[in-house]
């Protein structure tokens, strides 16, 4: 038995808990807030603020833990660095957690170290350098905060008018204490990608089936597997995804996207941790889901293969008030009376506008469209009180 300390206690986390647990492990869930979901479901818990370097040093050394899994961004990962010379494996590695992180590291590392295709881009720590960042990019174009998640601070620029709200909705959307900005040319996409990507200790790197995936606010409504690409598409976003994990290096599961055009694959961000829109794979597609992989890639364990086995798609549940009651959801019953279905709820003790609750999972031989339909109806039915 492995103990591991989890940093990000959310549904992603939650779910790598359930896999870990499943296998043996003994996990800490840590956290800024009581109550998380890993929480729920993890051995241990800690609660502290992860921008606190003297509280993360102080947990680590009451634990001892075997591995550090980063669930979340908002992490002080310079001190990974020194975990590792302690003895502790950090996942992927420090490395890793420290360039994606932050977009400027990765972002650069991708498109400069490697040569890796990406969008045209440049970064902004005032207004005034967003504003030459959008003469270089042209408009419309893409600003958002280096250190964020699921989409805050993410927005388009448009016109002139758009510029210093922009820089402001970034800085609000900003995780830690960076205040900084990426800003990136549109590119005109045909659809955006996930592509799952599996680094092994002791074997080679593995691909799931590309998910698709639609967008509101930066953050994801749908999701679904497979999305029909292309094969020279698909073989060049494997490519471009093996180097860049390659060169961050360790072992784990990572969320990479791509924006798919007609010249190609373009490279967009990379999550080193099982990724929101891979949540579709809870509902049968693969023979292991993403967060099984994950758990099997840490603790050195065999990967035989990735197999898809049936379509599916999912749809997020979302809080439309704010409160700190504990949510009641209606319709679950009228959602539930589907076949090849599931709904996951993510017992998050607080609410707030947008917030991600809970997820619906259909899947079976329909067309992907057709399940993202049925996915979606069935969030409907669900309402948070």
Not at 150 to 175: F, L, N
Request: with cysteine; charged share 25%.
């Amino acid at each position: 038995m492995k103990k591991i300390l989890l940093l990000g206690s959310g549904e992603l986390g939650k779910e790598f808990v359930i896999a870990c647990q499943r296998l043996g492990q003994h996990i800490i869930a840590v956290d800024s807030y009581a109550n998380a979901p890993a929480m729920q479901v993890a051995d241990e818990s800690e609660v502290i603020s992860m921008l606190d370097g003297e509280a993360l040093d102080r947990i680590v050394a009451k634990h001892q833990p075997d591995f550090i899994v980063p669930e979340i961004e908002a992490i002080r990962t310079e001190r990974f660095y020194d975990y590792e010379k302690q003895g502790i494996k950090v996942i992927p590695s420090a490395k890793a957690a420290n360039y994606t992180m932050n977009r400027k590291a990765i972002r650069d590392m991708a498109a400069i170290d490697l040569g890796v295709r990406t969008a045209t881009y440049s970064y902004a720590i005032n207004a005034e350098e967003l504003r030459e960042g959008v003469n270089k990019c042209g408009m419309p174009c893409v600003v958002k905060p280096l250190m964020s998640s699921s989409g805050k601070g993410q927005s388009v620029i448009r016109a002139e008018a758009d510029i210093e709200k922009a820089w402001t909705y970034a800085c609000e959307g900003s995780r830690g204490d960076l205040q900084e900005v990426i800003v990136e040319g549109f590119i005109d996409f045909d659809y955006e990608i996930t592509l799952l990507t599996v680094t092994q200790n002791d074997g080679p790197t593995l691909f799931c089936p590309p998910i698709g995936h639609r967008q509101e606010r930066g953050d994801y409504q749908e999701s679904w597997q497979p999305m029909p690409m292309i094969p020279e598409h698909l073989k060049e976003a494997q490519d471009m995804a093996a180097k860049v994990t390659a060169e961050l290096g360790g072992a784990g599961i990572w969320g990479v996207e791509f924006f798919i055009t007609a010249e190609g694959a373009y490279f967009s961000e990379l999550s080193p941790r099982p990724h929101d829109t891979g949540m579709v794979t809870l509902g049968k597609t693969q023979n292991l889901n993403e967060f099984e992989l994950h758990a099997r890639a840490i603790l050195s364990l065999p990967i035989p293969e990735i197999k898809l086995l049936q379509n599916g798609a999912s749809a997020v549940v979302l809080a439309e008030g704010e409160s700190t009651a504990t949510p009641v959801f209606k319709g679950l019953e009228d959602a539930m009376n589907t076949l090849n279905s599931e709904v996951r709820l993510f017992g998050k003790p607080a609410t707030r506008p947008y917030r991600r609750m809970g997820v619906t999972l259909k899947y079976g031989t329909n067309d992907v469209k057709e399940l993202v339909e049925q996915a979606q109806e069935m969030a409907a039915k669900i309402n948070v009180k």
